[in-house]
């Protein structure tokens, strides 16, 4: 066919060009949606499995086992002696598993497996505290931390999948409990700071008299003055009473072990020489 006398083709060539333009734009476009079709399958069957999906923009994996750490949603509440009174803890969990998996596969663990670690902890609690008063919960989370410590690492499997849980525990006081304590704690705690003057006033008093009897001492040996040496006999005695003053508010201090300090060495000529009555 020729093409028309002003050089445009004519109509049937027209639709024939306009036809292969259709058909190869379609193609490309079919083949870039062909390719992001197989991209975005590849990264669907990747994200499915515990592996990262492989690429460039793949972020790097973490060294070691992954760790999720998370809180019991609200504290756990034991009765002490007497069934009055409670005792709250506050529970955290770590979680990790031998195996590589993904944070969201071990999040789906984790939810699957806390309610059995909070109530086996819920239990280790509630026999720890059933034999104590309601204001010793220092004694409950001492005995708590040792049973925890005793069966460090729990284990919980599902199908082949093992995932390991280590529970730490704080305890609280029940609120209902503190106004009747607030008067018995703002005791101790102004007898604690009389302790702890008195026996910073008995320390500096039995540093003072070694020290002066150690400068007195020296000046006994370069002279017979009779005055010096009863200064120095006097700082002596007190340096041993400060000494027993110090062993004493030890020994009746529950939270202080028994430190004796040790008994001041006597200088020497530290007695009183009589006086030389031969005659010159």
Not at 133 to 152: M, S, T, W, Y
Request: hydrophobic content about 40%; overall charge neutral.
């Amino acid at each position: 066919m020729t093409d028309a006398p002003d050089g445009r083709p004519r109509p049937p060539d027209q639709w024939r060009h306009r036809g292969v333009r259709g058909l190869t734009i379609a193609r490309d476009a079919g083949v870039r949606g062909w390719r992001w079709w197989a991209r975005s399958w590849d990264r669907l069957v990747a994200a499915l499995q515990d592996e990262a999906p492989v690429g460039s923009a793949a972020a790097p994996s973490p060294s070691g086992p992954l760790v999720e750490q998370r809180d019991a949603s609200r504290l756990i509440a034991v009765p002490a002696r007497g069934y009055v009174y409670s005792f709250y803890i506050r529970a955290t969990f770590a979680w990790s598993s031998p195996a590589s998996l993904r944070s969201e596969v071990l999040s789906w663990y984790v939810q699957y497996f806390q309610p059995n670690a909070i109530q086996r902890l819920t239990r280790l609690a509630a026999d720890a505290a059933r034999d104590l008063p309601p204001h010793r919960a220092g004694d409950l989370e001492v005995a708590l931390q040792r049973a925890l410590a005793d069966d460090p690492v729990w284990r919980y499997r599902r199908g082949d999948v093992v995932i390991t849980c280590r529970p730490d525990a704080a305890v609280r006081l029940d609120e209902r409990i503190l106004p009747a304590l607030k008067p018995h704690i703002d005791r101790l705690v102004k007898l604690e700071y009389e302790f702890d003057e008195q026996l910073r006033q008995a320390r500096f008093a039995e540093q003072l008299s070694r020290r002066w009897t150690a400068i007195l001492s020296e000046h006994v040996d370069e002279t017979a003055d009779q005055d010096i040496t009863d200064a120095r006999d006097h700082m002596l005695t007190a340096q041993q009473d400060a000494a027993r003053w110090i062993n004493d508010l030890l020994s009746h201090h529950p939270d202080h072990p028994t430190d004796p300090t040790p008994s001041p060495s006597i200088p020497p000529q530290q007695t009183r020489s009589a006086p030389d009555s031969s005659p010159s």
